[in-house]
């Protein structure tokens, strides 16, 4: 395992620290792949950078950990998640049926609640269009998963909505791979769009098919890249 080095983009903490506001911080560092899978957390390189002790930091950590990011092994330490095959699976499986709940409860809502919820995904969908000239892979990894978060989010549950969150942060350890099952950007924009169209038209039965096939196809596409 590789042992953990200062980060490019870590920065001592502003104001008065928190374990939250180092746990974002770590987070992004991760999914931005400042730090890199299986990777080892140094705490005492950490602490010191962050310039804080380390009991914050060992929550921050322990966040993580609970979010999927982090993996503790007993007696080695704490490290980065390497994304296996049977990871990729797992993520997907809860994310379909996470999704393909909160679609159909949508359509059960009110025809303003729906509209609204399209709406939202419309502008997701074109900030995504825009990227197909120049593509910036992380950019569109946090699109896509804020075009999934959007869905989620338009059923108001809140517990859903908090459960999807690690879900999202789980699945953007994917973002190595993903410009792999992608090489035309056009393609992973019509996907989307087909689930928007979907949702407008109020097809419940051609809606939830549509998300069960984006998921699936993301299982086979990641794993084959993976054992590429």
């Known amino acids: 395992m590789r042992s953990m080095e ?31 899978p299986g990777q080892q957390i140094n705490e005492s390189l950490l602490a010191r950078q962050l310039n804080k002790s380390r009991g914050p930091l060992r929550e921050a950590l322990q966040r993580l950990c609970q979010e999927g990011l982090l993996i503790s092994r007993r007696n080695h330490g704490v ?8 990871d990729i699976k797992e993520i997907y499986e809860v994310r379909e049926f996470v999704e393909s709940a909160a679609a159909s409860r949508l359509l059960d809502d009110s025809p303003k609640q729906i509209r609204a919820g399209c709406e939202a995904l419309k502008e997701i969908v074109g900030e995504m269009a825009k990227q197909v000239a120049a593509p ?5 990894a946090r699109l ?4 999934h978060s959007a869905l989620v989010a338009g059923m108001g549950n809140s ?3 908090r459960l999807y969150k690690t879900l999202a942060a789980e699945s953007r350890m994917c973002i190595p791979y993903l410009e792999a099952c992608y090489p035309n950007v056009d393609v992973l ?14 097809d419940r039965q051609g809606l939830l098919k549509e998300i069960k096939w984006h998921m699936q196809k993301a299982i086979q596409d990641l794993t084959n ?4």
């Open 6 to 36: 200062a980060p490019e983009g870590l920065f001592a903490l502003e104001g008065r620290p928190t374990a939250q506001l180092i746990a974002d911080q770590l987070r992004e560092q991760i999914l931005q792949g400042f730090i890199r």
């Open 79 to 86: 490290f980065v998640l390497e994304v296996e095959a049977h």
């Open 136 to 140: 910036d892979w992380q950019t569109i």
């Open 144 to 147: 896509d998963m804020k075009f």
């Open 159 to 161: 517990r859903f909505i």
């Open 189 to 202: 924009v019509q996907e989307h769009q087909n689930i928007l169209d979907l949702l407008e038209a109020g």
């Open 225 to 228: 890249t993976l054992q590429d």
